[in-house]
């Protein structure tokens, strides 16, 4: 097992809370982070079709097997047991009784509302992260390796090919279970949707124009876009529009949560191929994206990022606040440092009148200048930024 940055927040949670939920991406390492944090817990799988019978069917046998509780894995598919453990751990008054997975947010978000609120902790599992990898030894040499192998840790583990790996996920995993949260009449128009969101990564999200290169309504493309979010595929950056600029960007960014699902949708296959597509940049974006997301998850900071562009052109890959202050990003793939990579850095502290306390360039390049307060840093050492 590859030690996950999320162990230590889930044992404390497991001792304050009696459930503790993870949830996450298919095959982003969950049922292997829980089981080998609570070696001593019975494990429950509702991937098998007899257990998630005995679930549906009669809940009372399936909950008189785990007296103490237990790790339930796939809690989506069966959401009604949410109530029935409401009940077990209101009279146990167990921390850490049970440990639930889940690779659905909608249903899950649901169900914890209504029956487990303010009796689980929530945390989120995304895919390895650099830092991860690189305590290994295992992260990939070139800047195309990385994008293009993903962050998935099964790859990693059994050495598998990057590019069938990414094909055999999206047809086993993603094909899977959007059949079962879509009712799709024509498949082939999905498809062409997931290979054009690929394309449309770090750009703004265009409902119209993508349901006119599909071929169906803004309606259905709002749909698919919401089921791929809460599926865990991809994640959307809303824009910062408070009080800074006039005419700011209101339409959201569109991002892949693993850039070698988005490397394969795209019709990459080699790292050479990679280096000589034009949305490299537009990956190594979504890359550093990633990033900044899963350490938030996994330290639970709490972070709420945005990314900012208003009508004249002046834009910030991404920020977030801090107090009354914004901490900002800007993103280069490039691995040559120029100073104008930090141009939109300074353009944003006069736009929101100093209130830029730290400007943060992440690029690929190992030249580390600082200019009036905006730094640079490559990017395998994002997880520094958290521990300031």
Same mark, same amino acid.
């Given at each position: 097992m590859i030690p996950r940055q999320l162990e230590p927040e889930l044992r404390l949670?497991?001792?304050?809370?009696?459930?503790v939920t993870v949830m996450g991406p298919r095959q982003s390492g969950k049922t292997t982070?829980?089981?080998?944090?609570?070696?001593?817990?019975?494990?429950?799988?509702?991937?098998?079709?007899?257990?998630?019978?005995?679930?549906?069917?009669?809940?009372?046998?399936?909950f008189s097997h785990y007296p103490e509780g237990a790790i339930i894995d796939e809690i989506q598919k069966c959401p009604k047991l949410l109530s029935y453990i409401q009940g077990i751990v209101d009279e146990s008054d167990q921390k850490g009784?049970?440990?639930?997975?889940?690779?659905?947010?909608?249903?899950?978000?649901?169900?914890?509302?209504?029956?487990?609120?303010? =009796? %689980?902790?929530?945390?989120?599992? $995304?895919?390895? @992260?650099?830092?991860?990898?690189?305590?290994?030894? +295992?992260?990939?040499?070139?800047?195309?390796?990385?994008?293009?192998?993903?962050?998935?840790?099964?790859?990693?583990?059994?050495?598998?090919?990057?590019?069938?790996?990414?094909?055999?996920y999206i047809q086993t995993y993603l094909e899977r279970d959007v059949r079962q949260l879509i009712n799709l009449k024509d498949f082939r128009?999905?498809?062409?949707?997931?290979?054009?969101?690929?394309?449309r990564i770090g750009q703004l999200l265009n409902y119209q124009n993508l349901s006119n290169e599909v071929g169906v309504s803004s309606h259905t493309i709002k749909h698919w876009i919401?089921?791929?979010e809460m599926s865990f595929i991809i994640h959307i950056l809303p824009?910062?529009?408070?009080?800074?600029?006039? =005419? %700011?960007?209101?339409?959201?960014? $569109?991002?892949? @949560?693993?850039?070698?699902?988005?490397?394969?949708? +795209?019709d990459i296959r080699t790292p050479e191929q990679l280096n000589r597509d034009p949305l490299r940049g537009s990956l190594f974006e979504n890359l550093v994206v990633n990033e900044m997301l899963k350490n938030n998850y996994n330290l639970e900071k709490q972070l709420v990022f945005y990314f900012f562009r208003d009508s004249s052109g002046k834009e910030v890959d991404l920020l977030y606040?801090?107090?009354?202050?914004?901490?900002t990003f800007e993103v280069k793939s490039s691995s040559t440092f120029h100073k104008s990579f930090y141009k939109n850095l300074h353009d944003f502290e006069q736009l929101s009148k100093e209130r830029s306390s730290l400007g943060t360039l992440v690029y690929s390049g190992d030249d580390l200048p600082i200019s009036r307060g905006v730094r640079a840093i490559n990017f395998k050492d994002i997880s520094t930024i958290f521990e300031e």
């Open positions: 949670s497991a001792k304050k809370y009696p459930v982070l829980v089981r080998n944090t609570f070696k001593a817990k019975p494990y429950v799988n509702l991937e098998i079709p007899e257990t998630l019978e005995l679930a549906e069917y009669d809940p009372k046998a399936f009784q049970f440990i639930l997975t889940g690779s659905q947010q909608l249903s899950l978000s649901e169900g914890i509302t209504q029956s487990l609120a303010g =009796r %689980t902790a929530v945390l989120t599992l $995304l895919p390895l @992260t650099i830092e991860e990898l690189k305590r290994e030894s +295992l992260l990939k040499k070139t800047t195309d390796e990385i994008l293009l192998t993903g962050f998935f840790p099964r790859i990693y583990r059994d050495d598998l090919d990057p590019v069938k790996a990414s094909g055999n128009s999905f498809q062409r949707f997931l290979k054009l969101c690929a394309g919401a089921v791929l824009p910062y529009f408070g009080n800074i600029g006039k =005419r %700011t960007v209101k339409s959201p960014k $569109l991002y892949f @949560t693993d850039t070698g699902i988005a490397s394969y949708l +795209l606040k801090e107090g009354a202050n914004f901490k």
